[in-house]
């Protein structure tokens, strides 16, 4: 049976066709993760991914291409996407170790802002930004729109309602 066959007989529903259509393909799609990755633990997990969304999406499959292309196109951004999320764990990473940094070194000093770094952390970096300019370095709402690329009144709302959260979540803190 040829691919074409199989792939009509795996998008009705045929698992055998299907699990033939992957059985053919798995060691060319491991092939190319190994070399794109050059991880083999990771390219294993990547051509196990790739198969599990070809059973989920086969019926998408339109034959535009060979499905052998298909396959490396899911690979791929199966690819991309863990390599962005893997850099944006380390990103965090590195901000919660300076975080935790800044407050050691707070508390060690006997600085009163330790508990103000704890509720800065939780704010998106798109108020904390505003905020930390205006309130510790003094810039005007004017100056921080042109350093964001922001209207000015953007800059006063999301201080205004940053501060907000700030002193409610100080508020709480005290109460405990």
């Not at 699990?19 to 070399?35: A, D, I, R, V």
Request: with cysteine.
């Amino acid at each position: 049976m040829d691919e074409k066959d199989l792939i009509q007989k795996a998008k009705k529903g045929d698992s055998l066709a299907l699990s033939t259509l992957l059985q053919q393909n798995y060691s060319f799609l491991l092939k190319y993760l190994m070399k794109v990755t050059l991880h083999p633990q990771m390219a294993e997990d990547l051509t196990q991914e790739t198969m599990m969304k070809c059973v989920e999406k086969i019926h998408l499959y339109n034959g535009e291409s060979k499905f052998s292309s298909w396959l490396i196109t899911i690979a791929s951004n199966l690819f991309i996407d863990l390599k962005r999320r893997k850099k944006r764990e380390r990103q965090w990473m590195e901000q919660e170790q300076a975080l935790r940094k800044m407050k050691w070194n707070a508390a060690n000093r006997n600085d009163e802002w330790a508990d103000v770094l704890d509720v800065l952390a939780e704010l998106s970096v798109e108020i904390r930004m505003p905020i930390v300019l205006k309130h510790y370095y003094g810039y005007s709402y004017e100056e921080i729109g042109k350093m964001l690329g922001i209207a000015e009144g953007t800059v006063k709302s999301r201080v205004s309602n940053g501060l907000k959260r700030v002193r409610k979540e100080l508020d709480r803190l005290e109460e405990r």
